[in-house]
């Protein structure tokens, strides 16, 4: 399963391999220096090891091991783009619909990248100083409870040079110090300091941590206690709340609330659904544009054969009410931003949307024929090809089936480089 990308977590320790000049963007182990080597990484030295005093958590008071989180205040699940897909059915999407997009894109990213080094000593001075929250733990527990920290702090690294009082020194960013805090106190067994109840956005938090780390045994009780003060999946349109609950869904393996999840997306998309940097392994997302683009392709070409069909004479037809059925459906597709009909990938059309415009069909007109309405049967025709396409997506997207032949997640979620 995919890691939550943007969030580092490193050991200072030293390597077998000798004290080597480190490259500050790099992703390697970090081995402490008493100055940086290269004058033009001062700053970057100065935030990222000799950062000020600032709270313990005494998680553990006689633990052995000192996370330091750093960047706690990052943004969170955001979205990099002002506008989700194309739109071509503007007109036959509703205010929920577009509510639900809004969430997605409204809360904007900040600057979160590295900054540029300058040669100014002031420039270092007028920095602001990261978020950054520190905590006591026993490295025992960590090993034995996440897989990360197991294959992290395993056999094949020498004792770390760590500060004073601690044998290993760990730094991670990006991650929210409440839900570090939570995840910690639940890894420590200390059940009092954990709430009974936590909201979609903190559950989703906490998900991504215990994907990231490989604990999901120890976190289980406690994500089916959160999710039932949550209630069931009710989400029917496309938004940010619905990308949290897949995260959740596909970290704690939810099969019932992703077949719900899924099915919306499946009909609600536009194109390939966003990550928001969460950890939606590509394969789903990749099931769920696949899923999209087969049903719409299927709607399609029911249209087209229903359209061809009237080309076609029958004996009992008059000319006439032929003309005006093959009329009929080529002005209201017309109409409807549907002439002609879309091609795959279908960028910018969702299932929902074509339905709503082929619900939009004029209803008022009837046939001259005496015995049989040809155009209210023709409507029938068109609208039972919406049904059909909507009834394949109510089962949604298996997770099993989808993960079944994913790599063991531990070892996904755990990479470490040997010595």
């Known amino acids: 399963m995919a890691c939550w990308e943007s969030s580092r977590t490193q050991l200072i320790r030293c390597s077998k391999r000798g004290n080597r000049p480190h490259n500050f963007n790099s992703t390697q182990p970090l081995f402490i220096r008493s100055q940086p080597q290269n004058p033009r990484n001062v700053r970057k030295y100065f935030f990222q090891i000799n950062m000020p005093d600032s709270a313990m958590h005494d998680i553990d008071p006689d633990g052995d091991t000192l996370l330091i989180l750093q960047h706690s205040d990052a943004p969170f699940a955001v979205c990099s783009t002002?506008?989700?897909?194309?739109?071509?059915?503007?007109?036959?999407?509703s205010t929920n619909t577009k509510e639900g997009e809004i969430s997605i894109v409204s809360r904007e990213p900040t600057d979160g990248g590295d900054d540029v080094l300058s040669d100014t000593p002031s420039l270092v001075k007028d920095e602001p100083e990261p978020k950054h929250t520190r905590y006591k733990l026993c490295s025992h527990i960590l090993r034995r409870t996440c897989s990360y920290f197991a294959r992290l702090m395993s056999s094949k690294w020498q004792e770390a040079e760590s500060e004073k009082g601690f044998q290993w020194t760990i730094k991670a960013t990006d991650w929210d110090d409440e839900a570090v805090t939570m995840l910690m106190n639940i890894l420590h067994h200390r059940t009092r300091a954990v709430p009974r109840a936590v909201s979609l956005e903190m559950l989703a938090k906490i998900a991504i941590l215990v994907d990231y780390y490989g604990c999901h045994e120890v976190v289980e009780l406690w994500v089916e206690i959160w999710m039932a003060k949550l209630g069931p999946v009710t989400s029917e349109y496309y938004s940010r709340d619905l990308l949290l609950r897949l995260t959740v869904a596909t970290v704690f393996s939810d099969n019932e609330s992703f077949n719900i999840l899924t099915k919306v997306a499946i009909r609600r998309s536009r194109g390939p659904i966003h990550t928001l940097g969460l950890p939606i392994p590509q394969q789903i997302v990749d099931a769920i544009e696949n899923k999209r683009q087969e049903?719409?392709?299927?709607?399609?070409?029911?249209?087209?054969?229903?359209?061809?069909?009237?080309n076609i004479k029958k004996q009992n037809d008059s000319i006439q009410c032929q003309w005006m059925l093959l009329g009929y459906i080529d002005q209201n597709l017309f109409l409807q931003g549907l002439k002609p009909l879309p091609n795959p990938p279908f960028s910018g059309f969702s299932l929902n949307e074509l339905g709503n415009a082929l619900h939009s069909f004029n209803s008022d007109e009837e046939c001259p024929c005496i015995r049989e309405d040809h155009i209210e049967y023709l409507r029938t025709r068109v609208l039972s090809c919406v049904y059909e396409a909507l009834a394949v997506c109510n089962d949604g997207l298996s997770l099993q089936q989808l993960l079944v032949k994913e790599p063991t997640q531990d070892i996904t979620r755990a990479e470490c480089s040997s010595p």
């Open 295 to 310: 049903v719409i392709a299927q709607l399609c070409k029911d249209l087209q054969s229903i359209w061809d069909g009237l």
């Open 82 to 93: 002002d506008e989700l897909w194309p739109n071509a059915l503007p007109q036959h999407q």
